[in-house]
């Protein structure tokens, strides 16, 4: 840099609408939109990012290796299935996808879900962050 060149404004604050969405690989009916990220925000550590998901539609079974995941249901329900266990989720809900762990996530609801996901480290959708059966 020159001595007349700055580095650009750190950003801290996102807005939902402010992001584009993407399809995410090995779910049906889901649109993403991340919202804490390397990109967005400059986070290293872990990434979160809004799902919408439709009626019937969701994450096909795949694992995370090295990464944990959270997911916070907003709106919406949701049967997730990890390590044996199956559980519907409705609003205010949570769940955890330990690093590794072969995992599923699907809508029950008549309305789309709407749900908050985080993941530690990022995954940012990179192929070699995921493992299908």
């Known amino acids: 840099m020159?001595?007349?060149a700055?580095?650009?404004a750190a950003r801290y604050f996102v807005r939902e609408d402010e992001i584009a969405g993407y399809h995410p690989a090995n779910h049906t009916g889901t649109l993403n939109k991340r919202l804490i990220g390397p990109e967005t925000v400059g986070a290293k550590q872990l990434e979160v990012l809004?799902?919408?998901?439709q009626k019937g539609k969701g994450a096909l079974p795949h694992a995370h290796p090295g990464?944990?995941?959270?997911c916070y249901m907003l709106e919406g329900r949701a049967v997730a299935e990890v390590g044996g266990q199956r559980q519907e989720l409705h609003p205010g809900d949570s769940c955890f996808f330990p690093a590794d762990a072969m995992h599923t996530f699907t809508v029950v609801s008549d309305e789309p879900v709407r749900v908050l996901v985080i993941y530690s480290p990022p995954y940012e959708e990179l192929p070699e962050r995921v493992i299908r059966p």
């Open 50 to 53: 809004v799902g919408h998901i």
């Open 6 to 8: 700055t580095a650009p």
């Open 67 to 70: 990464i944990e995941q959270v």
């Open 2 to 4: 020159t001595a007349t």
